[in-house]
């Protein structure tokens, strides 16, 4: 079988801030290098395709593979057309894997996503978006949490994100605005444990997906005064004491009904977004209330350190084998189904 991973080069920034963020976006190689060892162990021809300003070398790789495995993330170092290879592929019919364009595209404005979660009954945070000075910021239950619109991998999430005050959520607004070049997002913080629901296809059978296990950010020894929220140095920075301070743990004290409610609230956000294959929901689960999605990724890290493929491998899912599931997935789905009728 011909594999063709799709993936998009990110350009070195010159801007020392963004430099620092760069990181993020090296992670990307590793998942490749990881995945492209897991074909060759599951016997597959595997090749590489750099997706890059040119929709033609996305389109004469997809040509000669049986299946794509679609890691672009943008297309110029624009995160807005995340979708676009998604689509491209969906227009050729090549079988790839991951979510398909709309679902990409949905899941990339957190506004929207929020919208299309609360519409099919699905909890998220009250809030709103803001672009310019002049906006307002409704009534809102501080403290509030303020974020990028469309960024992920905590990118500009900081300490300072958690404000308890309108002039802080404009300030912390304005810098978003200015250094992320989007809409700030504004949500009432909640309280409560911060946990992940990772799903996984569970092929052709048409069943809803694998609920992995669990896992949760673990703020107990975060220095005091620190919000208990994943900013970027506590994801990126391993010499940070936010880094040291926010481990990723299976906690063992969730209740059943709690486990049952978390997966089912997982499994109507992937409905609502129209997720496939894999997908990462976080939620924040307070004490006295029911779990609160607060973002869904549609394409979570797949590198073997990840905690992807580690919530798999509580279950006994072997990383060739998790690859495998997904890339058998797309295939099982087949191509792209022709336009029937005018």
């Given at each position: 079988?011909?594999?063709a991973?799709a ?14 963020e760069?990181e993020a976006?090296?992670a990307?190689?590793?998942a490749v290098e ?9 016997g ?9 300003s040119?929709?033609a070398?996305l389109?004469?790789a997809a040509s ?6 679609n890691?672009?993330e943008a ?9 676009a290879?998604?689509?491209l ?22 506004s929207i996503a ?5 519409t ?6 009250a809030?709103?978006?803001?672009a310019?000075?002049?906006d307002p910021?409704?009534?809102?239950r501080?403290?509030?949490i303020?974020k ?5 991998a905590?990118?500009?999430?900081e300490?300072g994100?958690?404000?308890?005050g309108?002039?802080?959520a404009?300030a912390?607004a304005?810098?978003?605005i ?12 909640i309280e409560g444990?911060d946990?992940t629901?990772a799903?996984?296809?569970?092929g052709a059978?048409?069943e809803?997906p ?6 949760e ?6 220095p005091?005064?620190e ?5 970027y140095d ?5 010499a940070?004491?936010a ?7 299976y906690?063992?004290?969730?209740k059943?009904d709690?486990?049952?409610r ?5 499994r109507?956000a ?11 929901v976080d939620m924040?689960?307070?004490p006295?209330?029911?779990p609160?999605v607060?973002d869904?990724?549609p394409n979570?890290d797949?590198?073997?350190?990840a905690?992807f493929a580690?919530a798999?491998?509580r279950?006994g899912?072997?990383y060739?084998?998790?690859i495998?599931r997904?890339?058998e997935?797309?295939?099982a789905r087949g191509?792209?189904?022709?336009r029937?009728?005018?």
């Amino acid at each position: 079988m011909r594999v063709a991973i799709a993936y998009n080069e990110p350009t070195v920034p010159q801007m020392e801030e963004a430099l620092r963020e760069y990181e993020a976006n090296m992670a990307l190689y590793d998942a490749v290098e990881c995945v492209e060892r897991a074909c060759e162990q599951n016997g597959w021809n595997v090749s590489r395709a750099i997706v890059g300003s040119d929709p033609a070398a996305l389109s004469d790789a997809a040509s000669r593979a049986d299946v794509v495995v679609n890691f672009v993330e943008a297309i110029q170092d624009d995160a807005r057309f995340e979708s676009a290879a998604a689509w491209l592929l969906e227009w050729i019919g090549v079988p790839f894997t991951g979510s398909p364009g709309l679902a990409l595209s949905l899941a990339l404005d957190k506004s929207i996503a929020k919208a299309c979660l609360a519409t099919a009954g699905v909890r998220v945070a009250a809030g709103c978006v803001v672009a310019g000075e002049g906006d307002p910021i409704p009534r809102l239950r501080y403290p509030l949490i303020v974020k990028p619109v469309r960024e992920d991998a905590s990118i500009g999430i900081e300490s300072g994100s958690v404000v308890y005050g309108e002039p802080a959520a404009r300030a912390q607004a304005a810098r978003i605005i200015e250094r992320f070049h989007q809409p700030a997002l504004i949500e009432e913080f909640i309280e409560g444990r911060d946990v992940t629901a990772a799903l996984l296809t569970r092929g052709a059978s048409g069943e809803p997906p694998e609920l992995l296990p669990i896992s949760e950010f673990d703020y107990t020894n975060l220095p005091a005064g620190e919000p208990r929220i994943l900013t970027y140095d506590a994801k990126w920075d391993v010499a940070s004491a936010a880094y040291m301070g926010s481990p990723a743990v299976y906690p063992d004290d969730l209740k059943t009904d709690t486990v049952a409610r978390i997966g089912s609230v997982a499994r109507d956000a992937w409905d609502a977004i129209g997720l496939r294959d894999y997908a990462r929901v976080d939620m924040r689960v307070p004490p006295d209330g029911p779990p609160v999605v607060i973002d869904v990724n549609p394409n979570p890290d797949l590198s073997t350190t990840a905690g992807f493929a580690g919530a798999a491998a509580r279950v006994g899912i072997s990383y060739e084998t998790l690859i495998r599931r997904i890339v058998e997935g797309a295939l099982a789905r087949g191509r792209t189904a022709p336009r029937v009728g005018p």
